[in-house]
Every structure is written in structure tokens, then in C-alpha cells.
């Protein structure tokens, strides 16, 4: 019983390819986020949804679009894949104000 | 998933006074990062230290390595009511997928 489940663990893609990243919790949090990890390592937070509705949306290209179904789901989908998303990305959910649960991450390769 | 162990799980202290927390993992590792989350927002990263180093310092953050032991300590001084915030190591793994792991976190409050 997984409480923040990613997939694929694993994507491996072509450039200009369009790609999808699903995250599922069960944990009934009405926050999910989804960070990127970027080449040394440090996380950096790219989108965060309260019960299905945008909060964060920081600097990231518009290829970049997630979609939250329901609250217990917030997907990322990523068009025109470019080599520099190559990186693993991570979602995450919380209660509002608590701390945050991770997922095993997600680690994107695009040749 | 998150492997690691942050201690004390939650810590409330006088503003001023210094909060040391503490975490621990279980496998070997290149490097520690330690994250603060504030309320409702995402994480920042606050500090890396390698395992070749002991110790590092960044403003009022302490942050050592102790990779006998397996674990680190986070010591922030003469703490400020901005410091209430939630606060996660991470660390890596010697794995090739590059991956870092979350411990659950300690949740500081910072009391006027």
C-alpha cells in the first residue's frame, strides 16, 4: 500500500517526443506537487495543486503542462521533449501546512 | 519511497535559542542534502555536504556528516520565527539511477 506512487520509474524517449508522468496518492492529501531534480542534485519545485486547482507554477517551459483528474491524482505531461529534461522528477503530497510525502521519483532520459 | 530517519520528528524552541536535528540512513552515499518546506509551499534547498566532508557552514546553518555513524545533524543558531518550517535530509544513493531519498522530516516551531 503504497502512499505516493509514480509511473514509469524509468522513461526513456526520443527528442520532440510528447511524454506523460502519473502520480497517485493515497494518502486523502489535498496538496501534490511536482519537483525536478536537477543536474546537481537539488530539488526544485515546479507545480503544486490544492484539490485540483494550480498554486505554484514557477519559471518552467509551457511544454510543461500538468492535469490533477481529482485530487488524489496530478499528472505531468511534457510535450516537444527537449535533452535538457532529461532529469528525475518527483511528486509529492501534503496536508495543507504539513509535511510532504515523496514518490520513488520518476528518472527521464531523452536522446 | 523515504528510507532515511529525521529525530526529533517535531521540536518547539524559544526564538534565539539554537534547534539541532538530526537524521539518519542507511547506505553508503556520495552526498546529504538538507531541504526546508515551508507551510504550503515546496522545498528549498538549503545546504549539500559530500561525504568526504564533516562539516559545513552556511549563514546560521551547521550542518556536519558523520558517515561511520551514518548519519548528519542540521543546527540552525539564534533561531527566528521565519525558521518554523519542516525540515528534510536527503540523500543519495550509490545506485546509477541517480535517484536521492527523502527522510520524513522534522517539523520545527519556532516560538516568540
Known amino acids: 500500500d503504497t502512499a505516493v506512487s509514480q509511473t514509469p520509474k524509468y522513461l526513456v524517449t526520443q527528442m520532440g517526443n510528447d511524454k506523460s508522468i502519473k502520480c497517485e496518492q493515497n494518502?486523502?492529501?489535498?496538496?501534490m506537487y511536482w519537483y525536478k531534480q536537477d543536474s546537481k542534485k537539488f530539488l526544485k519545485i515546479m507545480f503544486s495543486y490544492n484539490n485540483k486547482e494550480l498554486i505554484i507554477n514557477e519559471t518552467v517551459p509551457n511544454r510543461f503542462s500538468p492535469k490533477s483528474p481529482d485530487k488524489a491524482h496530478l499528472n505531468l505531461h511534457i510535450n516537444s521533449l527537449e535533452l535538457g529534461d532529461s532529469a528525475v522528477y518527483f511528486c509529492?503530497?501534503?496536508?495543507?501546512?504539513?509535511?510532504?510525502?515523496f514518490g520513488p521519483g520518476t528518472r527521464l532520459t531523452v536522446l | 519511497s523515504q528510507q532515511g530517519e529525521e529525530d526529533p520528528q517535531a521540536l518547539s524552541i524559544q526564538e534565539g535559542e539554537n534547534a539541532t536535528m538530526n537524521c539518519s540512513y542507511k547506505t553508503s552515499i556520495n552526498n546529504l542534502q538538507w531541504y526546508r518546506q515551508n507551510s504550503g509551499r515546496g522545498l528549498v534547498h538549503l545546504i549539500l555536504i559530500r561525504s568526504n566532508e564533516r562539516e559545513k557552514h552556511s549563514g546560521r546553518l551547521r550542518v556536519t556528516l558523520d558517515t561511520s555513524k551514518k548519519s548528519s545533524s542540521l543546527l540552525i543558531t539564534a533561531s527566528r520565527a521565519a525558521d518554523t518550517a519542516s525540515y528534510f535530509c536527503?540523500?543519495?544513493?550509490?545506485?546509477?539511477?541517480?535517484?536521492?531519498?527523502f527522510g520524513k522530516g522534522t517539523r520545527l516551531h519556532i516560538l516568540p
Open positions: 536527503a540523500t543519495d544513493t550509490l545506485n546509477r539511477d541517480d535517484k536521492i531519498i
Open positions: 494518502l486523502g492529501h489535498d496538496t
Open positions: 509529492a503530497s501534503s496536508l495543507p501546512g504539513n509535511t510532504q510525502y
